[in-house]
């Protein structure tokens, strides 16, 4: 059963600074990668996604990278703004044949920048 | 629609009432998702249609839960006799790729109470 770890659970950074949010997951069988944001009350946003033959994907300040090997993706965030404050959530599609809709997700890492 | 709709946004029962929460996917999309997220956690997947075919409810977590789709748009979500421990967020998802691994673009959710 594959399971997804987000490290860390909560980050505080002030405004300006560099971060990286961590994922790792334990079944390297997968299709593809996601990095989500949710704000409070809010859905879930699609930031990002790396296909599994893939190593990174960029959108603007965000930078996702990808290592099956080693059963890791990291979320890096560049002069992070207040308003990136929210939960980022990870998630693996599952390289199963007939089942790989299946989205698992971390718990999610809680970041707050302050100005 | 322009995104993924849910209604109600907050439900309130008592412990032992019926609840059905609704979800409008975007117009067109194929493939729909439920996920349940308790507080502090990631989603975690329900059930999966493709149109009105619902191919996978292995993540129900019990028959008191039953969802549809008659007409391959509209997806409803029922709880039977609600228990404290289904106090949650239920975010629906859809997708215009065939149950793949595209990107899920989610609604706001249906948080709901069980007293």
């Known amino acids: 059963k594959q399971e997804v770890t987000q490290i860390p659970a909560a980050l505080s950074v002030p405004e300006g600074e560099n971060l990286v949010l961590n994922c790792s997951f334990t079944?390297?069988?997968?299709?593809?990668l996601q990095w989500f944001r949710q704000d409070p009350g809010k859905g879930l946003t699609s930031l990002l996604l790396?296909?599994?033959?893939?190593r990174e994907q960029t959108s603007g300040r965000l930078n996702a990278s990808l290592d099956k090997s080693s059963g890791r993706s990291t979320l890096y965030i560049a002069a992070s703004q207040p308003g990136d404050s929210a939960t980022y959530l990870c998630?693996?599609?599952?390289?199963?044949?007939?089942?790989?809709?299946?989205?698992?997700f971390g718990k999610g890492t809680l970041l707050t920048v302050n100005p | 629609g322009a995104g993924v709709s849910q209604s109600p946004r907050y439900k309130v029962a008592k412990r032992g009432q019926d609840v059905a929460l609704r979800c409008d996917p975007i117009?067109?999309?194929?493939?729909l998702f439920w996920y349940q997220q308790a507080l502090g956690q990631g989603p975690e997947f329900l059930t999966y249609?493709?149109?009105?075919?619902?191919?996978?409810k292995s993540g129900l977590p019990s028959d008191r839960f039953f969802a549809e789709r008659p007409e391959g748009s509209v997806s409803t979500l029922k709880i039977q006799r609600t228990q404290q421990e289904d106090s949650a967020v239920y975010l629906c998802?859809?997708?215009?790729?065939?149950?793949?691994?595209?990107?899920?673009?989610f609604g706001p959710g249906t948080r709901l109470t069980v007293l």
């Open positions: 998802a859809s997708t215009n790729n065939r149950g793949r691994t595209d990107t899920q673009y």
């Open positions: 079944d390297s069988a997968i299709y593809n």
């Open positions: 790396i296909q599994s033959s893939q």
């Open positions: 998630a693996a599609h599952r390289d199963s044949g007939g089942s790989n809709y299946k989205l698992t």
């Open positions: 117009s067109g999309h194929v493939s």
């Open positions: 249609f493709q149109n009105e075919a619902q191919l996978d």
